[in-house]
């Protein structure tokens, strides 16, 4: 494991072995300088992607922990003894029933920051009820805003998982922190990925009161509704993105389509929009897509090309900018943000569950001798 280097060197973060967001936000906190410990279970698996190949697992040891056994509890305090975040994504009252809620540890280490992630929040109706992202979504109105006219469609995972939970996670933890560095006290971050996705559509609510937003898809400015604000297929199959809302960007699109002065009606009569988005398909089904992109290069049309997974990291621009890292042999998007003086960094590559037990409970303070006692008890293991 490379050693830290980052804005977040000295912050010391214990990680429970999770899915999905919470993972995700610990291996950016780790990539930031964080020193990141991963307590897997023995054995731990993944639900998707072998754990050793899972990208979201990259950049931190990793030590098995026992968690039902009274020495694997007792080693997990022991960590948090020396941490200032702990991270976890279990269902609500999990680790109360453990003896490791946030009462017992707090106790223990008052200035720890206890981040919890999860889909429906800590408390309330549904917060022992099982979810994914899509559900999250559809309760907050932002799944009922994105796709066709015809069905909702969710965008991945990224709406409640990652933006709607990582993020916020990411954005509770530094903010308690900071308040630590006045009060001298940790406290609880309760992180639900319903309560960041409807952050996340703060401007649409705000449209939709201010009665400049249609309460159905494809309809309105962002949401396909807008014939400048679109994708089209070109005459290979794949298609452009076209982002044209300012006049100065639309009159350079419409300029780069060959149809200035050939349109009914201005930018935002909705009742040409149906013909300007006839005229505009017509135009980009005559050529391809990379040729289409070569015309509008250099201009402020806001036309780009939609890229698939395996084109976008060789970009020019994601190239230049090195947006991807190169891993396993494969590419991967590497740290964000940037930082003038303390750059992140990509530590190493995904570790199976217990790949670090012995070094890293060492490196968090465990004597040798100690890790081997814990290993023969059963308390912590090895990767096979």
């Known amino acids: 494991m490379q050693p830290p280097s980052g804005p977040l ?7 429970l072995a999770g899915l999905g967001p919470a993972p995700y936000a610990c291996m950016l906190l780790a990539e930031l300088g964080a020193d990141v410990v991963r307590v897997d279970r023995p054995g731990g698996g993944s639900l998707i992607v072998d754990p050793s190949k899972d990208a979201l697992n990259r950049s931190r040891p990793s030590v ?5 056994s009274a020495g694997g509890r007792e080693v997990l305090l022991r960590l948090l003894d020396g941490a200032d975040v702990l991270v976890e994504g279990l269902r609500p009252g999990v680790l109360e029933r453990l003896g490791l809620g946030p009462d017992e540890v707090l106790a223990r280490n008052p200035r720890l920051v206890y981040a919890r992630m999860t889909g429906w929040g800590q408390d309330g109706p549904l917060a022992q009820r099982a979810g994914h992202d899509i559900n999250y979504l559809g309760l907050t109105g932002a799944l009922h805003a994105i796709g066709t006219a015809d069905k909702p469609v969710a965008p991945l995972n990224i709406g409640a998982d990652f933006g709607g939970g990582s993020m916020f996670l990411l954005v509770g933890i530094l903010a ?16 639900a990925m319903v309560d960041g996705a409807s952050s996340l559509v703060t401007m649409v609510y705000g449209m939709l009161g201010a009665g400049l937003w ?8 962002l949401d396909g509704g807008a014939p400048f604000y679109d994708t089209y297929v ?15 960007f639309y009159a350079a699109f419409v300029e780069g389509l060959g149809l200035t002065g050939a349109l009914p009606g201005a930018q935002y009569d909705l009742a040409h929009w149906p013909e300007h988005r006839r005229l505009f398909a017509e135009a ?21 090309p939609v890229l698939a997974l395996g084109e976008a990291p060789v970009h020019p621009h994601l190239a230049a900018r090195g947006t991807f890292v190169e891993q396993d042999g494969a590419s991967q998007p590497g740290p964000a943000p940037r930082f003038s003086r303390t ?11 217990g790949a ?29």
């Open 234 to 248: 070109c005459a290979d199959g794949r298609h452009v993105a076209v982002g044209a809302l300012e006049p100065q």
């Open 64 to 68: 098995a922990v026992d968690l039902k």
């Open 343 to 353: 750059p992140g960094a990509v530590r190493g590559a995904p570790r199976r569950p």
């Open 176 to 191: 308690a922190l900071f308040e630590r560095g006045t009060s001298g006290r940790g406290q609880v971050v309760d992180a």
């Open 9 to 15: 060197t000295g912050l010391r973060v214990v990680e």
């Open 356 to 384: 670090d037990t012995r070094e890293a409970l060492t490196d968090w303070g465990f004597s040798a001798d100690e890790v081997e006692t814990l290993l023969a008890s059963g308390a912590v293991a090895e990767a096979p």
């Open 284 to 304: 980009f089904a005559t050529r391809p897509r990379d040729e289409w992109a070569e015309a509008f290069a250099g201009t402020d049309a806001c036309v780009t």
């Open 214 to 221: 249609q309460d159905r898809r494809a309809a309105n400015l």
